[in-house]
């Protein structure tokens, strides 16, 4: 069954909400490809989807260390952890298991669990430092993010 989107995995933070539709759409390709049982597909939604996901840890990451956000080590270390099972998932995929079915099942509890706990844990922290402040400090106070400077913000 596919993940449908719906308001209570918004964070507020567009990117981030952005970047978690992105990875509702990898599961929602991977399930369309292991119905119609095109093994070539699912290999590759896999190994994209594994690929964008670990890229987006990282930006939430960094987003988090900049935030100045209490458990940034142990929310890295649930990240690091998923990161771990689905490569034994794409290991097994590789010698020639049939892991479609169980692996979509996978990504789309763990997501939908983690946006709903893990990643609203950090929200309000990450979206108080990417306010603009009331008082603009002197240049040669002031430390400019490298989000900030990406976005231009």
Same mark, same amino acid.
């Given at each position: 069954?596919?993940?449908? $989107?719906?308001?209570?995995?918004?964070?507020?933070?567009?990117?981030?909400?952005?970047? #978690?539709?992105?990875?509702?759409? +990898?599961?929602?390709?991977?399930?369309? &490809?292991?119905? &119609?049982?095109?093994?070539?597909?699912?290999?590759?939604?896999?190994?994209?989807?594994?690929?964008?996901?670990?890229? #987006?840890?990282? +930006?939430?990451?960094?987003?988090?260390?900049?935030?100045?956000?209490?458990?940034?080590?142990? #929310?890295?270390?649930? =990240?690091?952890?998923?990161?771990?099972?689905?490569?034994?998932?794409?290991?097994?995929?590789?010698?020639?298991?049939?892991? &479609?079915?169980?692996? #979509?099942?996978?990504?789309?509890?763990?997501?939908?669990? =983690?946006?709903?706990?893990?990643? &609203?844990?950090?929200?309000?922290?990450?979206?108080?430092?990417?306010?603009?402040?009331? =008082?603009?400090?002197?240049?040669?106070?002031?430390?400019?993010? $490298? +989000?900030?400077?990406?976005?231009?913000?």
């Amino acid at each position: 069954m596919p993940i449908t $989107w719906s308001a209570d995995l918004d964070t507020g933070i567009p990117i981030i909400d952005q970047q #978690h539709r992105r990875i509702v759409d +990898f599961i929602n390709n991977l399930e369309v &490809a292991k119905n &119609a049982n095109d093994k070539d597909g699912v290999k590759q939604i896999v190994y994209d989807c594994v690929d964008y996901t670990l890229s #987006h840890f990282a +930006f939430e990451e960094s987003l988090q260390e900049e935030a100045g956000y209490a458990y940034c080590k142990p #929310h890295k270390k649930v =990240h690091e952890l998923f990161a771990r099972k689905v490569s034994e998932y794409q290991e097994r995929m590789d010698l020639g298991d049939d892991v &479609a079915e169980e692996l #979509h099942a996978t990504l789309a509890r763990w997501l939908v669990n =983690h946006i709903k706990r893990d990643d &609203a844990d950090y929200v309000q922290t990450v979206r108080a430092s990417m306010m603009p402040a009331t =008082h603009t400090p002197p240049p040669e106070k002031q430390k400019t993010s $490298w +989000f900030r400077r990406l976005f231009g913000s």
